[in-house]
């Protein structure tokens, strides 16, 4: 790679002139001019179909692709404008025309499945079994056995219609709230204004009392917001459980569940699993208290670092330790991420106006992604780094596909992400030759598990217990920091002498509309990965080409078959998952060993 490494992203080579782009302003149109013939192709849909009629299937679908695969590219085009500049209004409203093109083309989707449905039984075994449709077969398959279950295609076109300005709305007005957020920061030139990107980095401060101060600052900013977020979430649960409801459903993990193509039992033995093991990762937390000579650990002292306390990477040495951690499991894996690196698929500048968090999206007409995140120079940003040049390589070895089969869920995307995040940490903490620095990389690779297992399981808690409340009214902010509060204890076993109460206010992943519970799919992500790298560990260099079919397959399967197709094991029984949380025990046991004495 040539260095230094531009740390901005190149959008212009998709569609030049950001918002103001006349190629994005065409693109749309045309869009929104297919969409329309699309629209009146499936004008008879619903009426009984012969097995001639069904035959004559594939132009729809065909166009059903490039539809899907071009709001996508739109989609990621406008994401990527608004997080690089909050301020960017021109961006926020071809964002809101997009939604409205999605909401139109979910429109006809529903009158697509209506067709879909009315095909025989019988005809559908029969098409579903020639060549020219097994690449869709599960996808399209999908998609009848789920429309079976949603209200008549003319009431959820409504529903899609009326959600650009109402569900989607709130999550909008989330996104807008957070970018006037402003959390007051005390330096030694006087107090700073930070936005929510900045400050959250900025809490991994090895200075206590700068952590202390500044989170109580971000507790107090979110505070003055509280209101404004207390109605997004409300609304957008409100929506949601009266949707469930008209469709007769029960349960409000059957949505997640059925986009993430997981059983309920897989998702009861994870958490099981986890929850047997949490001693080990309490005594790591009393372990760390004492090194940083505390009782208990507060919530701003879980991810501070340990050990070396000046670990720090530039931009250009965090590319070099990923490409070559990569390149000792996937030489695949490793040219990739010199791709995004050279070719400026990256935002990582550290500046005012972003958004904050991390993401990679893809453009599928392009057969390019960008990331999203930004980047301070600490361990935890070069893990973050990985994390989304898995997500990136994983769309990268699937871009052959029909669009369809690339439609692979958040968990089994968090898989690639967290397995490639894995593969650098451990190989660090493998290699560090001084002392302190090896402590400070597995104390960040054990805080991750922390994440998964605790974090993530708050958030799992608070927000089945949210959906109990709001099913019997509005639930006020005070009501909504009890509930996280209480989560928080629980997850963490209260281990912890403070909490997040603001939690919920802060964290974007409770605003995301199109994933309810945007939560435990990660820790699925990280453990699935856990359990993929110990068969990597094994085999060596040798695992690449099954990995990769393994990501491949991701679009076109549930979770279930495709462990058991790829790694021969059974997710729906705990022995899984017990290797995979041995992984992050090993971790624990080896940190308590160091810190002896």
Known sequence: MQHPLRQTWDLDSLFPGGSESPQFARFLDDISA?????????????????????????????TLQHLMGDLMQADSFTACLAAENQDDKRAVQLGGKVKSLNAEFHSALTRFDSLLLAIPDRV???????????????????????????L??????????????????WGELYDTTVSQVRIPHETKDG??????????????????????????????????????????????????????????????LKEPLSINRMSAKTLNVMWEVIDRNKDVFVRYMNRKAELLGVERLAWHDVEAPIGSADLTFTYDEGAKIIVQQFRRFSPKMADFAE????????????????????????FPVSEETRIFMTYGGTA?????????????????????????????AMNVAETA???????????????????????????DKIQRSIAFFMNIHARFLFETRFYEERKKGIVGADQL?????????????????????????SKLHFYITDVPFYNFPYTFGYLFSAGIYAFAEKEGSGFEDRYIALLRDTGRMTVEELALKHLGVNLEQPEFWQQAVDLAVRDVEQFIEMTNG
């Open 417 to 443: 992400s967290t397995f490639a995040e894995m593969v650098v940490s451990d190989a660090a903490v493998r290699q560090a030759e001084d002392a302190s620095q090896k402590l400070a990389l597995l104390d």
């Open 191 to 252: 107090v700073v204004l930070l936005s929510a990107g900045q400050a959250s980095n900025k809490l991994h401060s090895p200075d206590r009392a700068e952590r202390s101060a500044l989170f109580d600052s971000w507790e107090a900013s979110w505070e003055n917001y509280e209101d404004f977020c207390a109605d997004a979430l409300n609304h957008l649960g409100g929506f949601r459980l009266q949707l469930y409801k008209q469709r007769g459903w029960d349960s409000v």
């Open 481 to 505: 920091s009890e509930l996280m509060v209480e989560a928080q204890r629980e997850a963490y076993r209260d281990a912890l002498s403070e909490y997040h109460p603001h939690f919920w206010a």
């Open 34 to 62: 297919r969409l329309e013939t699309f629209r009146q192709e499936l004008a008879g849909a619903g009426k009984p179909v012969t097995a001639e009629e069904a035959e004559s299937l594939s132009g729809l679908v065909e």
């Open 339 to 362: 791709m995004a690196f050279e070719k400026g698929w990256i935002e990582a500048e550290d500046r005012p106006g972003k958004r904050p968090g991390g993401f990679c999206t893809s």
């Open 152 to 169: 008549p295609p003319e009431q959820e076109a409504l529903v899609s219609a009326l959600a650009v300005d109402g569900y989607h709305g």
């Open 380 to 408: 935890d940003n070069v893990s973050t780094l990985a994390h989304e040049l898995g997500h990136g390589f994983h769309q990268h070895v699937m871009t052959d596909l029909p669009v369809l089969s690339q439609n692979y």
């Open 124 to 150: 559908w075994e029969g098409l579903l079994h020639q060549e020219r449709w097994r690449p869709v077969a599960f996808a399209l398959n999908e998609r009848r056995m789920d429309g079976k279950e949603k």
